[in-house]
């Protein structure tokens, strides 16, 4: 794949703004009330994902003239973790990180390129949350940056993270797994998840204020969560979105996607549901800029990241 022109001029300058700045390096830990409950991201690592063979409809001239999304090795720079739920006592986190283990970047793929993990117990402990106080974690979907932590045993021990938590996945995506080597994710995987899962359905409250909305299309089964309280609604979207560049290009889907189209129709959707009012999106693949709003500007929607 070519690199586009503008990886040979993204180094950033001594006064570039901070909102650039952000479009191109991962998130830390980020908190904040929202009515009864503590919202978090926790960090576990990142990937690096190749502009024109994550989004192919993208163009050379495109990126030329964005180049603040791309960093010096001309690749978008996609944050990896999990999103912490907390209602009082109670704790659920949505998706499990990459895990502890890291691969390197191989010229040969598509679309992407190294990808690591293995912070986001240390981001728990942080936040003064043990593994074993996750009493579930609902899963956006069934690829290894989003099951590590669930399923691969923390290092030095034979013992998994969440042992006694809940897996609630959407009852087409666990109905339907298989292994699936281009993601990573091994019927050693699966075997390991399936004592703890429990699916669930369209529009079913699993944990107070937090409910499952399906947008298949990245897979089959794909699944946005909804969390609202205190009047305010939090859209935890998953990879129906990797980059904020696909706020104003909803029809531009990602390389991996397993119906480009559906994924499309989905992504129009949550969009202009972003844009309502009261509503915040969280993307966990977007950069240091994880939370935010959808507002017009003058050439369509754009997103607008929470401070």
């Known amino acids: 794949m070519t ?7 993204t ?3 001594q006064d570039e703004p901070e909102s650039r700045r952000r479009l191109r390096r991962v998130s830390g830990i980020r908190s904040f009330g929202l009515g009864e409950l503590k919202i978090s991201y926790v960090p576990d690592g990142a990937v ?3 502009p024109l063979g994550w989004l192919a409809d993208s163009t050379e001239e495109y990126w030329a003239a964005h180049p603040e999304y791309l960093d010096a090795t001309g690749n978008l720079v996609a944050s990896i973790g999990g999103l912490l739920v ?3 006592e109670r704790a659920l986190l949505i998706d499990a990180g990459f895990g502890p283990q890291a691969w390197p970047a191989d010229p040969e793929h598509p679309y992407i390129g190294a990808i690591h993990g293995g912070e986001l117990l240390d981001g728990l402990a942080a936040l003064g949350r043990a593994p074993e106080e996750i009493e579930a974690v609902a899963f956006t979907h069934l690829h290894t940056d989003h099951l590590g932590w669930a399923c691969l045993p923390v290092p030095g021990t034979d013992r998994i993270a969440f042992a006694g938590a809940r897996y609630l996945f959407s ?9 699936n080597a281009g993601h990573g994710v091994t019927q050693e995987m ?12 369209d529009d079913e409250e699993i944990f107070p204020g937090v409910r499952v909305l399906l947008t298949p299309g990245h897979t089959p089964g794909h699944t946005a969560y909804t969390i609202t309280s205190g009047g305010r609604r939090l859209i935890a979207f998953g990879d129906a979105m990797h980059t904020s560049v696909q706020i104003d290009h909803p029809d531009w889907s990602a390389g991996p996607d397993h119906d480009p189209v559906e994924s ?10 972003l844009a309502r009012p009261d509503t915040i999106g969280f993307g966990v ?3 240091d800029v994880v939370f935010g709003r959808v507002r017009p500007n003058q050439d369509g929607p754009a997103w607008h990241p929470e401070p």
């Open 264 to 273: 499309a129709v989905h992504r129009r959707r949550l969009v202009a549901e």
């Open 190 to 201: 699966l075997t390991t998840l399936e004592p703890q899962v429990r699916t669930v359905v």
């Open 48 to 50: 690096e994902l190749k």
């Open 86 to 88: 907390e209602h009082g």
């Open 171 to 179: 009852e087409p995506e666990w109905t339907q797994r298989r292994p």
């Open 3 to 9: 690199r586009p022109a503008s990886a040979r001029t």
């Open 11 to 13: 180094d950033a300058s």
């Open 285 to 287: 693949h977007f950069a």
